[in-house]
């Protein structure tokens, strides 16, 4: 069950939903087969309450949307972008504990 807060977003809606957004956003590429993204989704659950207002979170399904990926090389799930102002700001690849997904999220707001 995803946080109400945490907005999907595909193809077709990325540039209104990720590039336009007035305040940086996280995106989550995922896949339903991908065990570490099953596990990291309570954390940014969690995130999407802690960074409310500052942060929005976003989740692309890459199945559902394979053409926005590649353009940011993505090659792997679970890989978390954050965008600022229309601009990737920064990338982690891979399964991330609270602390780790904390510090990211912190190092680049």
């Known amino acids: ?19 336009q957004h007035h305040q940086p956003v996280l995106v989550d590429y995922w896949a339903t087969w991908c065990g570490p993204c099953k596990s990291i989704a309570p954390l940014l659950d969690a995130a999407a309450v ?24 993505v090659r792997g799930v679970p890989t978390l972008m954050l965008f600022k102002g229309g601009k990737l700001a920064a990338t982690k690849v891979g399964a991330v504990t609270k602390v780790q997904l904390d510090a990211f999220i912190e190092a680049h707001l």
């Open 1 to 19: 069950m995803t946080h109400e807060s945490i907005q999907p977003v595909t193809d077709a809606s990325f540039d209104s939903d990720v590039l």
């Open 50 to 73: 802690d960074y409310a207002g500052r942060l929005r979170i976003a989740k692309m399904n890459i199945e559902e949307s394979p053409r926005t990926p590649p353009k940011y090389g």
